[in-house]
């Protein structure tokens, strides 16, 4: 036994993997080559196809795109509804996955998944048949009344991503909190701040703000388009999953004081979450902002879907990729950390098959609710955060914007940028062409560094979105969920340049609507580009179509919905008066009743 662990020692070290690393060889080779310009190590019995010593995956061609084996290379796969069975198969191995996906599927440059399905396959030839459940007729009220029922509960959230990820989670928060529970929002330790100030308690998860967002870009997305970035994905990841257990039960950092989480909120990329409510015995409730479960109507973001047969397959083709390249770090947390059996099931399915109640924060008139999403999906609303009301802008801001028309704002947040002095150029140029003002938003890319002075552009370091967009004329951004929904809040048309992943979705969403030109990707994006979704933007019937989609989100409470969903989600069960929460400073915990939502859960 030592002699093999000295080899696996010495095998890591020659890879340049330390001993006792964050390594799995079977991981390596399947998240290797999924990239669409990776090199893959070898597995046993490989033959090398350069004298470096690295092995190139036999299914990927020279230009990196995924290629389809030859018919014999999978030859009792000859049918997709037989591929498609085989793929959610935990008994094949790596190697077979990796000639099934091969076959199916095609990782794209902008990151997506692209594939397809013969025209006269039909979803139930793939088990994957819909079902359509009834509209919900009149949504239930909360009684507000008394508190009877439950006592104030102790509710951790667990949310990885960027500053828009999270922000709707402390708007979510805070009306948990004055309802009388004691509410630990963990997330990464860039947010301290923002999460303190908004009044909330905080508790540090694994994992860097900065460095997912950098991974995202440079990657277009979750799937690693190279070695060297593997294991930093995957060590990210690690920090995430293992830090988990921590934020549901450790004292508060701040104070010390005990907690120990009642219920747990999550978001999907924080992974770990399923395992740790089911140590802890504890609800698990899912809030997004992207669709995140399968449905026949649309296909998952984060691919690129022509047939409608295939819509559904999209969710379990990306589950599983996800899957595969964590499963080990899952289950080594599991085994280790939890003292839990290893699992084999998908990452995401999992949740499904659990019933696990999930509640998706964008507007209904914006996409509505999937007629195959049954009673446990709630489409909530978009959930705002009220920074306007406290903010006091610098003197220098309001006499810009009083000197001339409504600007058009551009800024892609907390997205770093390749090279944000070309970018400036391109948006300095197309707004001179274009006769408009605008106001660039530094954000983490460091746009907006002039080298000359342009009255007509004004550089911002910061300012909230609800103040900011209401005084402007158009938006330019990424395309992230939240800037989206302040944008079309404030009726104003949308250009998305998306980076990666669901930028693209909102962006084709905006177009689809006629509130906003096609998306420009942001690898695609030129003056002349810019200057024609500048000039499709300043079309009255555009103006018009924003103030329509506005006036129908106006009377919409995403906060409020998602606190109501998680009400009426939530067991009926005594909670024992030991995980009750110690004192802490809220307001009004006494008088609340979830107790009609309950009935009906």
């Known amino acids: 036994m030592e002699e093999n662990q000295s080899l696996i020692a010495r095998q890591q070290r020659d890879r340049g993997h330390p001993a006792n690393s964050n390594y799995n060889e079977e991981a390596e080779i399947l998240w290797r080559s999924l990239a669409p310009n990776a090199e893959v190590a070898t597995p046993k019995n490989a033959t090398s196809s350069n004298s470096s010593g690295v092995w190139r995956n036999p299914g990927i061609s020279e230009s990196g795109s995924l290629l389809q084996p030859k018919d014999d290379e999978c030859g009792e796969f000859d049918t997709l509804d037989t591929l498609a069975a085989e793929l959610f198969n935990d008994k094949i191995s790596i190697q077979k996955k990796l000639k099934l996906f091969n076959r199916l599927a095609t990782i794209k440059e902008d990151g997506t998944v692209q594939f397809e399905v013969p025209g006269h396959i039909e979803p139930r030839s793939l088990e994957l048949e819909p079902q359509v459940f009834p509209e919900a007729t009149d949504d239930e009220s909360v009684d507000t009344d008394d508190m009877k029922d439950i006592p104030p509960l102790q509710i951790v959230m667990l949310i990885v991503g960027t500053r828009g990820d999270v922000q709707p989670f402390v708007a979510i928060g805070k009306r948990f909190q004055e309802d009388g529970h004691r509410v630990r929002l963990a997330t990464h330790s860039n947010f301290k701040d923002f999460v303190l100030d908004a009044g909330l308690e905080f508790f540090p998860l694994g994992g860097d703000a900065k460095l997912l967002a950098s991974y995202m870009v440079k990657n277009k997305g979750f799937f690693p388009s190279e070695h060297s970035e593997i294991m930093v994905q995957r060590q990210q990841m690690r920090e995430i999953i293992f830090s988990l257990y921590a934020a549901c039960k450790d004292p508060d950092p701040q104070t010390s004081v005990r907690f120990k989480a009642d219920a747990i909120i999550a978001n999907p990329p924080a992974y770990g979450h399923t395992h740790v409510a089911e140590l802890l015995k504890v609800p698990l409730h899912m809030i997004f902002t992207i669709p995140w479960t399968a449905t ?218 006629g509130v906003g030109p096609a998306p420009i990707p942001v690898d695609d994006f030129s003056t002349e580009k810019l200057v024609y979704a500048i000039k499709y933007m300043m079309d009255p019937r555009v103006k018009l179509r924003a103030v329509e989609l506005a006036k129908a989100m106006e009377n919409e409470d995403g906060v409020t919905g998602a606190v109501k969903a998680f009400y009426k989600h939530f067991p009926m069960k005594k909670i024992e008066s030991a995980s009750q929460p110690e004192p802490h400073n809220t307001k009004n915990h006494s008088r609340f009743s979830i107790r009609k939502c309950f009935r009906k859960s």
């Open 296 to 513: 026949s109507e649309f296909p998952h973001p984060f691919t690129r879907v022509k047939q409608p047969a295939a819509y559904r397959l999209s969710y379990h083709i990306i589950d599983t990729l996800v899957w595969l390249g964590i499963r080990d770090l899952i289950n080594e947390y599991r085994k280790k950390h939890l003292k839990l059996r290893p699992v084999t099931y998908l990452s995401g399915s999992q949740s499904s098959r659990m019933k696990v109640p999930f509640g998706y924060i964008w507007s209904p008139h914006l996409v509505p609710k999937p007629k195959d999403w049954g009673p446990k999906l709630d489409v909530v609303g978009f959930c705002f955060l009220d920074l306007a009301t406290n903010y006091e802008p610098p003197t220098a801001l309001l006499d810009w914007l009083r000197s001339g028309d409504a600007p058009i704002y551009i800024g892609f947040g907390s997205l770093p940028v390749e090279e944000p002095e070309k970018m400036t150029e391109v948006i300095v140029r197309a707004l001179e062409l274009t006769g408009q003002r605008g106001i660039i938003n530094k954000g983490w890319g460091g746009l907006g560094n002039l080298a000359e002075p342009k009255k007509y552009v004004y550089s911002l370091d910061s300012c909230p979105h609800d103040w900011l967009f209401l005084r402007c004329k158009a938006v330019v951004h990424h395309g992230g969920a939240g800037t989206t929904a302040a944008g079309l809040k404030a009726a104003c048309p949308t250009t998305i340049v998306p980076f990666f992943g669901d930028q693209y979705f909102w962006g084709e969403q905006v177009h689809g609507r």
